[in-house]
């Protein structure tokens, strides 16, 4: 029947003059096909494009290279006594200007020229005596270059002073060409040894690299202190595998003998605070200990002290050791 019907109107049309209508399915086939443009892919960038990037998000402030005096300043700038951090026990401090000054009983040396050190305590040894001497015999502020040894005690850095030179500024220079000496003149060609020794004696500092110290200390400073007027141990001396508790007396924790002969014990002495001796209070606290300790030997205004190296603990035997 739709046959019939599509034939007739074909018929109709073509009477009229119109074209016949193609089927719904024949319209379809017969549209045209409206391709769709390809997408292009995004360009890579050049190596230009990317310096100029790199360029511009390359920070305002200039870099500052790591160790500098400049990254120095600004790490101390922007750090306090309550954050700054614990240097390392054993770090070397090497060749840092600073002035000597008296707090308590500590001598207490400040760096001037390394804003990122706190001021720290020094240990005392005869290079600490020699700049006590030193300071107490200047008319005007002196200056020190150090270099020492760091030790850690109860959250504070302590600085052991190696060598000590003092540090001859500007303003001392007028006072030592107004002292009266005479400018050495030049050694003639012909000049003999002698003229020539006494040429190069001229030209050395005026008291510009400490002494080590004078010897041993007079009597009076042997006897400043009970329980100190025997033989001193030397500024230096190694101590090996001593037999010994720790006690405290006064503001110094002091190594005692523990020898089985006390006719022939040794002199006690105090302890300089670092790590070790830290250890060896925390033990104390759990009861009577002995240590087997070995360390350095100070010396300082006829006073020994004890630097730890190694320490250990004894065990307790009993009456099995008499």
């Known amino acids: 029947m739709t046959t019939m019907l599509f034939a007739f109107a074909s018929y109709i049309a073509v009477a009229l003059g119109a074209p016949p209508e193609p089927p719904a399915n024949a319209r379809e086939a017969k549209k045209p096909v409206v391709q ?23 920070p305002v402030n200039d870099v500052i290279p790591p160790g500098s005096r400049a990254a120095r300043d600004a790490v101390a700038a922007n750090t306090t006594s309550a954050n700054r951090l614990l240097l390392p026990e054993g770090l070397s401090v090497v060749g840092r200007t600073g002035r000597l000054s008296s707090q308590g009983q500590w001598w207490v040396f400040a760096f001037d020229d390394d804003a990122s050190l706190p001021a720290m305590k020094l240990l005392p040894n005869t290079n600490l005596e020699g700049m006590v001497r030193t300071l107490r015999g200047a008319s005007a502020p002196v200056r020190f270059t150090v270099t020492g040894e760091l030790t850690v005690f109860d959250g504070e850095n302590f600085l052991l002073p190696r060598t000590a030179l003092r540090t001859m500024d500007a303003a001392d220079t007028p006072a030592q060409k107004s002292s009266g000496a005479p400018e050495p003149s030049r050694v003639a060609p012909d000049a003999s040894a002698k003229d020539v020794l006494d040429r190069l004696r001229a030209q050395q500092p005026n008291e510009a690299i400490l002494p080590l110290g004078d010897g041993a200390p007079a009597a009076k400073e042997r ?10 141990l030397s500024d230096g001396a190694p101590l090996m595998n001593r037999a010994g508790r720790l006690v405290r007396q006064g503001s110094w924790w002091t190594f005692v003998s523990d ?7 040794d002199l006690p002495l105090r302890m300089l605070p670092n790590q070790g001796v830290e250890l060896m209070v925390k033990e104390s606290q759990h009861g009577s200990a002995v240590f087997i300790v070995s360390g350095e030997v100070t010396l300082f205004e006829g006073e020994n002290y004890l630097l730890t190296r190694v320490t250990t603990r004894r065990a307790d035997t009993g009456n099995l050791r008499k």
């Open 223 to 232: 006897a400043r202190s009970a329980g100190y007027t025997g033989s001193f």
């Open 259 to 265: 020898s089985d002969h006390p006719e022939r014990s």
């Open 36 to 58: 769709q443009p390809k997408s292009t892919p995004p360009a890579q960038p050049t190596a230009e494009d990317v310096l100029r990037a790199l360029q511009l998000r390359r």
